[in-house]
């Protein structure tokens, strides 16, 4: 066909072989490659876990930098839709996470600056093909035979109480132990409770309570109140200060500050991009254009006497 020494392959010669399902070996080496990749990078921000490192309900593992980030509202909606596919709604406050705590094991040798994890009972490997599990409310992480051989419900490290039910296998494959996790979340939501055992956030009847204290106020004076507050947001960044000092972990408001921040410093280094200056005129647009204006924009008329 068309005399240059081509051919047109046929369909057999395409496809090789028939698609089949994948062995049990080939499904065991993926769900180590997705091991190894939970043990050791963020899914949300894609960066290598360091401590300080949290969970959320479901057993999975991020940096509470990131973490932060999430909760402290952005202007970027793509990335915010994306970490919200990966959350899938378990986390909505800092008490929906708890952090985990990992012994270093500082004799074993570092694989590409990631610190190794031990068992605190055994000195067993924490990390991908492992049976870990952390203690709600105190987050110290042990392997799955330390805690089935030792009796009691209290932690080995700390002695904090623990009940059976707050033992939260880590990145957990089996299903028993999935739905296990997803019954005792929504048994925590119906009981008030967040994962990390406190007391959820009642923002509903905050909300009421504030609707109904404006209704007293004069509308000028919350009005008032309200370009007052959103200034002092714009001047300092998404939130204020005062908002910051809540949060009674120093560590935790230490994070949330830089994060702060790092989120103010992107802003205004998109701001100050000269290839996105370039894109918009700097000239008065209420002053009319006379001469200078563009052939596309300045219209053409034909004479009356024109020669047709």
């Known amino acids: 066909m068309g005399n240059d020494g081509g051919s047109i392959p046929t369909r057999r010669e395409l496809v090789k072989e028939a698609a089949r399902n994948p062995t049990a070996t080939e499904i065991k080496e993926s769900q180590h490659e997705q091991q190894e990749y939970y043990w050791t990078t963020d899914p949300v921000s894609r960066k290598p876990l360091s401590q300080p490192i949290v969970s959320d309900s479901n057993g999975k593992l991020y940096n509470k930098e990131t973490i932060i980030e999430y909760l402290i509202p952005s202007d970027d909606l793509s990335e915010k839709a994306e970490a919200d596919k990966i959350l899938q709604g378990s986390v909505k406050s800092l008490k929906d996470i708890v952090e985990v705590r990992f012994e270093v094991d500082t004799s074993a040798p570092t694989k590409s600056g990631r610190q190794v994890w031990k068992c605190p009972i055994t000195s067993d490997i924490l990390g991908q093909g492992s049976k870990a599990a952390y203690l709600v409310p ?171």
């Open 138 to 308: 105190c987050g110290h992480a042990f392997s799955g035979s330390a805690i089935k051989e030792v009796s009691g419900e209290k932690c080995l490290v700390c002695d904090t109480t623990y009940a059976s039910n707050d033992v939260i296998p880590i990145l957990p494959t089996v299903a028993t132990d999935i739905a296990r996790l997803s019954l005792r979340a929504k048994t925590l939501k119906e009981n008030g409770l967040t994962h990390s055992l406190k007391k959820a956030s009642k923002e509903k009847k905050d909300k009421k309570r504030k609707t109904r204290d404006e209704a007293d106020v004069p509308p000028e004076l919350v009005e008032a109140k309200r370009e007052k507050k959103d200034q002092e947001r714009s001047r300092t960044g998404t939130s204020t200060v005062s908002e910051n000092t809540a949060i009674q972990n120093a560590s935790t408001r230490a994070l949330t500050e830089k994060v702060m921040a790092e989120q103010e410093a992107r802003k205004k280094a998109k701001m100050g991009n000269e290839n996105l200056k370039s894109l918009f005129s700097s000239r008065d647009q209420s002053k009319p254009i006379g001469k200078s204006a563009d052939f596309m924009t300045r219209g053409y008329s034909i004479p009356a006497n024109a020669k047709r």
